[in-house]
Each structure stands twice: as C-alpha cells, then as structure tokens.
C-alpha cells in the first residue's frame, strides 16, 4: 500500500537557520503530495501541495519539489522564525481519485522548535 | 465563513461509555473523513465517506463507528469497545471524484477517559 516516511524529529533550530525535512513515499502512478503544519492545539493546515513530477509548491517562504526518480518531496526553507515552530506533515493522495483512493496517507510527522 | 467545524474542543468520558463527536462542514464536498492522532504516530485514518449514507473503514475502525445521513455532517462515536480512546481526533473534508485535491481540516477534539 501507499506509505509516507519521515526523518526523525525533533528538530531545534535557531533563528535565521535554514530547514530541511525530509520526506519520502511509495505508491505507484503519481500521487500528489502535500505537506501540512500543525500549530499547537489545532487542526491542520495545507501548507503547500504538488500535482505532478518537478512540480514545485511554494507559499509563506516555504518550498518543496516533487521528485518522482528519487520519490522524495523534501521541505525547506532558507531562514526559519519563531512563528513557524509547529508539527509538520508529509502527505500524499493517490493518483486514481476515486473510491478508497481518495484519502491521504500521512507521515508521522515531525515537531520543529525555532529558538530566538 | 466556509470551513470544517468539530466540537467540542475538548470532552471527558467516563470508562465504559460512548461518546459522540460532531463534525459538520459547509463547504460543498462530498467526502469526509476521521482520523486520530496519537503523540509520534501521526494521523491514523478511522472512517471515512464518499458519499452519503455510504462509508467505509480506515485502519483502525475497531471501536468506532459513524453515520453520515446528511452531506454536511458525520458524527463519530466513540464506544466503550475502543481499548485506549484518549486521543486528539480530527475530521477533514474534501472533493470526491476530483484528483490532486487537498483535504481540509477542522480544529480538532481532544477526548480524555477519565
């Protein structure tokens, strides 16, 4: 079945510092991928989403590429701040949107600490 | 506002019974869905729905169960067959039959067996 992992958390960073968090899926055909955040206490929040192979979803200093040859979709951005300390998820959904098929499958998610 | 909303945010429940959380969303979709999050575990999915009066189980369906008689709404009851039910449970929406589309999400209840 579809699977989504992880790098191991948690992650500390300081202020300024550049993030990394890796993620990588199985699944056949093309999926689309997606990463949400989770701030304390609450639901989940799409982060930013791609559709197809290279794709690049972007949004608040956010980036990631869809990567089909090494089937990753690693999250960055070049200088993290306080604000952006949450939960971060990895997604994807099946390419075939129908049935069962439409569910997301998550990573476990990883907590990420900015310090100031 | 169009959006997902789940109450109440927090509830207690006495060993032994069931209880019920209400989902409700005005945003049109067709598909619905329960998960459970568990610290280091991430979002397990518990039911979900395509349509109505129609749903089918997740993972781990075991001691739960739902209803969906109406598009907007899809209760999910907690019974006093699930072993370990303190939890944070999450309800999501979403468009059915449409690809690459994302699921959003409500804020969320946090049940605690007492």
């Known amino acids: 079945g579809d699977s989504v992992t992880q790098m191991e958390g948690p992650v500390t960073l300081s202020e300024e510092a550049f993030l990394t968090i890796n993620c990588t899926y199985t699944?056949?055909?093309?999926?689309?991928l997606f990463w949400y955040v989770q701030y304390p206490g609450e639901g989940l929040q799409l982060l930013l989403k791609?559709?197809?192979?290279?794709d690049k979803g972007s949004n608040k200093g956010f980036e990631a590429t869809y990567r089909k040859e090494t089937t990753s979709f690693h999250l960055e951005k070049g200088s993290v701040q306080v604000s952006d300390s949450a939960v971060y998820f990895c997604?994807?959904?099946?390419?075939?949107?129908?049935?069962?098929?439409?569910?997301?499958?998550f990573g476990k998610g990883i907590t990420l600490s900015v310090r100031p | 506002d169009g959006g997902i909303t789940q109450s109440p945010k927090y509830l207690f429940r006495k060993e032994g019974q069931n209880v019920t959380l209400s989902c409700e969303q005005n945003?049109?979709?067709?598909?619905m869905y329960w998960y459970r999050q568990d610290p280091g575990q991430g979002l397990r999915l518990i039911y979900y729905?395509?349509?109505?009066?129609?749903?089918q189980k997740g993972d781990i369906a075991e001691g739960y169960s739902v209803s969906r008689e109406k598009k907007e709404s899809f209760p999910l009851t907690v019974t006093s067959a699930q072993k370990n039910p303190t939890a944070f449970y999450l309800c999501?929406?979403?468009?059915?039959?449409?690809?690459?589309?994302?699921?959003?999400f409500g804020q969320g209840t946090r049940l605690t067996v007492v």
């Open positions: 999501a929406s979403s468009w059915a039959g449409v690809m690459n589309t994302e699921a959003f």
């Open positions: 699944a056949t055909g093309y999926p689309s």
């Open positions: 791609a559709t197809k192979a290279d």
């Open positions: 997604a994807l959904k099946a390419s075939l949107d129908t049935g069962a098929n439409s569910k997301l499958t």
């Open positions: 945003l049109n979709h067709d598909a």
């Open positions: 729905s395509q349509i109505v009066n129609d749903f």
